[in-house]
């Protein structure tokens, strides 16, 4: 489509005159033909001289008359009228005045209705011309009496003839004025359509397009009813934004109307094809008028979804008009589907751009907050920075702040390292602390701020709970700001500022503070350390003094103590040689100062990597045991400073446990023959051996029953013990297949495992040499590690047990994903009578030497024995057993 300015749509319409139905030069010659032919005919038939000047005058008139037949103003409509008026007067003077009824020029009355069909059409037209005819009639009733008869029969043929030459003309007439209509409806609609076009492309509204294209279509024909909809797809609806009526009345009750859009696509599917966008309904949602034709357009947006709906109904009468206004629906659609995309993309950009202005706002703003606080923040660095004296950087920073933020009263309080207590080290007014400037820790909002660790705003006192009353100053309402000086994560104390003003302080305030706050304690830590420095430089002199004195207490010590103490320096060299070291390894110190330390009896050669239990060496020196603790001597960076010895004699010790294990072993002895003959007759009782016991002391006796039963399996197990402690427990060593050891306690205590829901998986290769060691003593060891981890693995729970050999060795792991061993207790596990804490402990009972008693019984076949354990997760107890 050609572009066309807006100015000069507006004017091509609007100001062009109407074209005439007949060119009215081509009627004016017309009438001139013929009046020259009329006087021709009159001459030829000698009429009288006065009927000839009505003639010539006639034709004259008839000429300017025909050559206004289509006035283009208001004064050519009147002046065509009155030569109409004239014309005819003239045509019927010439009739009368040339023989009346017989008179040859009644053609004369033609030009006159020919004009008045032109002038006027329709009814007004027809009627002038039958006026003028019957005006011929009355002339001819001059007639004589005998010769009526024939001129009303000429009149009547005349009349005929004249007639069907106006109906001619009329009709043509109508034909040529009702194309002009059309030519001139589809310009107004061509016309409305390039205006809509040009104001679409500016249109930023989808309000606006839609009242544009609803306007534009309404002029197009004039129809029943223009509808333009919006297609809301989240919600699957389409609302009605514009109604248009007949005659351009807005329809109000059908706008913002919603109805289902798969009502009206239902309706689209079923309907005829009417154009290449077009659809033709017989009903819409919202209307359903019989006799009228609905055509359905979507809009379509590029991406191909249907954005609105344009509507156009019209009565079936009226086809024809609706076919020639297809194509410009069509267009419009088009034109609307585009400016809907446009309106859709500019309001997108409008949301940017205001995004856009409001992120770059802001952005200027945060950089103007930023400017002024790193300003503050550098004049209170600065002032900071030139003092190292504790109050003078509280006392500035507290200045600096209140002027940056019109803090009227203020104060810093810090942490008593002693107390704990917040007590105020300066405020605005310059007064040290009385006894309503200390609070406890957690009191009041500087207590809440320091818990907290983070600001607190309050905008009115009086509204703050945390807020405290402890004078008339503190009722009145005011605002306060309180953060709190950290240096890194500790907190040294809280900064208050308050101004009379409720509302005064804003989060810039408090991020300041913050910050100014945080360089304060710098500073204090800075003038602290400054103090601790020159606290330091003059206890230098008297640590000196000390170490000397020191030294010598230590040697007094070394002296004194009963255990032998031996020290190296950093090269292993021996230094220090106590007496006591001297009595017990039965050396003189002179004969081993300057000499490795390794050269000691009980000392390893790599004393300063072992770790452990290898520290600890046990070895005889004559008569004596001895026990040697071996320890590097670092710094607290790392550095070897050395390494001490420290032997403890062993004999007496060693002569008390044997004394305990002969006790114990009497004892269990003595005990376990009348705890069997208590459990026989509890036995003997519960069967009704010496007769009916009744359900009352039924339970006594299985209680009496149970203890004695547990009883007795501690003195098994003490018995065991002592026998294992005393070396008195031989091992009847055989060859041992390991795998069916397992296998057999394993099946002893499947009752267990079922009992507390627990898998067992047993992973036992064939193939493995067999171990040597006492097969009876072999399955207590499995009997304890597995029982223990049946025990302490919560129901639903996996225990796994698994053989390897490990080249010249078998090794067993069971593992289980029980409770685990707390790391505290992990060193005490093999202790004797020691049981770890954990949720199942109480409930599962026991002695806690079992693990004792495994360990010295795989210790007695060679072997050893550790475990790895993680709380909550499990524990994997091994050991390994020499290979035969």
């Given at each position: ?7 000069a ?5 609007a100001?062009?005159?109407?074209q ?9 010659l017309?009438?001139a033909?013929?009046a020259?032919a ?18 010539v005058?006639?034709g ?8 206004l ?7 050519q409509?009147r ?14 003077c ?6 009346a009824?017989a ?6 009355l ?10 006027l ?5 027809a009627?002038v ?12 009733l001059?007639?004589p009496?005998d010769a009526r ?12 003839e ?6 001619l ?11 002009s209509?059309?030519?001139?409806a ?10 809509a ?29 223009v ?5 809301d797809w989240?919600r ?16 109000s009750?059908?706008?913002g ?14 309907g ?17 008028l ?9 809009l379509r947006t ?6 609105g709906?344009?509507t156009?109904?019209a ?12 194509p410009l ?5 088009n ?6 995309d ?13 995004q ?7 952005g200027?703003?945060?950089l103007?907050?930023a ?18 004296d504790?109050?003078?950087?509280l006392?500035?920073t507290?200045s ?9 009263r203020?104060g ?13 080290r300066?405020t ?9 400037g200390?609070?406890?820790r ?7 701020v320091l ?7 309050v ?22 700001l309180?953060?709190?000086?950290m ?7 809280v ?13 810039e305030?408090a991020?300041i ?21 020159s606290?330091?430089?003059d ?5 000196a003094?000390?170490?000397?004195e020191?030294?010598?207490?230590l040697?007094?010590v070394?002296?004194s103590?009963?255990d ?8 292993g ?9 001297e ?7 002179e004969?081993?100062l ?5 050269t000691l009896?009980g ?6 990597t072992?770790?452990g239990?290898e ?7 004559g ?25 403890h ?5 060693e002569?008390?446990d044997?004394?305990?294990s002969?006790l114990?072993?009497t ?10 003959s208590?459990?026989?007759y509890?036995?003997m009782?519960?069967?009704g051996?010496?007769?009916e ?23 098994e197990?003490?018995?065991?013990l ?16 390991v ?11 499947a009752?267990?495992?079922r009992?507390?829901q627990?898998?067992?998986h ?12 006492d ?18 693995t919560?129901p ?9 050999n ?30 770890a ?25 060679g072997?050893?024995?550790w475990?790895e ?5 499990g524990s ?9």
């Amino acid at each position: 489509m050609p572009a066309v300015t807006a100015g000069a749509v507006e004017t091509t319409p609007a100001t062009r005159e109407t074209q005439p139905t007949i060119d009215p030069r081509w009627v004016g010659l017309g009438f001139a033909c013929f009046a020259l032919a009329l006087l021709a005919y009159a001459l030829a038939h000698a009429v009288p001289a006065l009927a000839l000047a009505a003639l010539v005058a006639h034709g004259a008139a008839s000429v300017a008359l025909g050559l206004l037949s289509a006035p283009r103003w208001p004064g050519q409509r009147r002046l065509a009228l009155a030569l109409l008026v004239g014309c005819a007067t003239l045509a019927l003077c010439a009739v009368a005045l040339s023989g009346a009824a017989a008179s040859p020029l009644w053609p004369t009355l033609i030009p006159p209705i020919f004009a008045a069909l032109l002038l006027l059409p329709g009814p007004p037209g027809a009627g002038v011309a039958a006026a003028l005819w019957l005006a011929y009639g009355a002339i001819l009733l001059s007639a004589p009496a005998d010769a009526r008869l024939a001129a009303a029969s000429a009149w009547l043929v005349r009349g005929a003839e004249v007639g069907l030459l106006a109906l001619l003309i009329e009709r043509t007439a109508y034909a040529q004025r009702t194309l002009s209509a059309r030519a001139r409806a589809r310009e107004t609609a061509l016309h409305s359509f390039l205006t809509a076009s040009n104001r679409l492309r500016i249109s930023t509204s989808a309000q606006g397009v839609m009242e544009e294209v609803a306007g534009a279509v309404q002029a197009a024909g004039d129809f029943a009813c223009v509808t333009l909809s919006l297609v809301d797809w989240h919600r699957g609806i389409a609302h009605v934004a514009v109604a248009i009526g007949a005659s351009g009345r807005r329809l109000s009750t059908l706008e913002g109307l919603a109805f289902a859009y798969t009502d009206l696509a239902t309706r689209i599917e079923s309907g005829r094809p009417a154009g290449a966008l077009a659809i033709e309904v017989r009903t819409l949602p919202f209307r359903n008028l019989p006799a009228e034709l609905h055509l359905v357009l979507p809009l379509r947006t590029q991406l191909d979804e249907v954005r609105g709906v344009l509507t156009v109904s019209a009565a079936q009468t009226d086809r024809v008009v609706l076919d020639e206004a297809l194509p410009l629906l069509e267009l419009l659609a088009n034109q609307a589907a585009a400016a809907l995309d446009n309106a859709d993309l500019y309001a997108t950009m409008a949301h940017r751009v205001q995004q856009a202005t409001a992120d770059l706002e802001r952005g200027a703003d945060d950089l103007r907050r930023a400017r002024d606080r790193a300003e503050v923040l550098f004049h209170i660095a600065r002032a900071l920075a030139v003092t190292l004296d504790e109050r003078q950087v509280l006392e500035r920073t507290l200045s600096l702040l209140a002027q940056h933020t019109g803090a009227e009263r203020g104060g810093i309080m810090l942490v008593e390292p002693t107390t704990g207590r917040l007590v105020y080290r300066t405020t605005l007014e310059r007064q040290r602390s009385d006894p309503q400037g200390v609070l406890e820790r957690g009191q009041g909002l500087a207590g809440w701020v320091l818990a907290n660790r983070a600001p607190a705003i309050v905008p009115d006192t009086t509204r703050d709970p945390r807020w405290q009353v402890r004078s008339r100053f503190d009722a009145e309402p005011r605002s306060v700001l309180a953060v709190p000086v950290m240096l890194e994560r500790e907190a040294l104390g809280v900064l208050l500022l308050i101004h009379p003003a409720p509302g005064h302080f804003t989060p810039e305030h408090a991020q300041i503070a913050t910050a100014a706050a945080g360089q304060a304690a710098a500073a204090l830590n800075n003038a602290q350390l400054h103090r601790y420095v020159s606290e330091q430089s003059d206890r230098l002199a008297v640590i000196a003094r000390q170490r000397e004195e020191e030294a010598s207490k230590l040697m007094a010590v070394l002296r004194s103590i009963g255990d032998g103490v031996i020290v190296s320096d950093r090269h292993g060299l021996v230094r220090i040689v106590n007496p006591a070291s001297e009595a017990i390894l039965g050396i003189r110190a002179e004969a081993f100062l300057g000499r490795p330390i390794t050269t000691l009896p009980g000392v390893p050669a790599d004393i300063a990597t072992i770790a452990g239990e290898e520290r600890m060496q046990k070895f005889a020196a004559g008569e004596r045991t001895v026990r040697a603790h071996c320890a590097a001597v670092r710094s607290s960076r790392g550095e070897p400073l050395g390494s001490v010895v420290v032997y403890h004699d062993l004999t007496r010790e060693e002569a008390a446990d044997r004394l305990k294990s002969e006790l114990v072993a009497t004892v269990s002895h003595e005990l376990r023959t009348p705890m069997t003959s208590i459990r026989g007759y509890v036995d003997m009782l519960l069967l009704g051996t010496f007769g009916e016991v009744g359900e009352g002391h039924r339970e006594p006796l299985r209680v009496i029953k149970n203890n004695v039963v547990r009883l007795v399996q501690l003195i098994e197990e003490l018995l065991d013990l002592s026998r294992v402690e005393s070396g008195e427990q031989p091992l009847r060593r055989e060859q041992v297949d390991v795998a069916e050891v397992l296998r057999d306690v394993a099946a002893v205590l499947a009752g267990q495992f079922r009992e507390r829901q627990i898998e067992l998986h047993l992973d036992l290769p064939a193939g493995l040499p067999c171990a040597s060691g006492d097969r009876q003593r072999l399955a207590q060891i499995a009997v304890n590690l597995l029982g223990n981890a049946c025990k302490y693995t919560p129901p639903g729970g996996q225990v796994a047990v698994s053989l390897r050999n490990g080249g010249g060795e078998l090794r067993v792991d069971v593992r289980d994903s029980g409770v685990g061993i707390p790391e505290e207790a992990q060193a005490h596990i093999f202790t004797p009578f020691y049981r770890a804490d954990n949720a199942l402990r109480d409930e599962i009972g026991g002695t806690g030497l079992g693990l004792s008693i495994t360990r010295k019984l795989v210790e007695l076949h060679g072997g050893r024995i550790w475990f790895e354990s993680r709380l909550n997760e499990g524990s994997t107890f091994s050991f390994t057993l020499p290979v035969e």
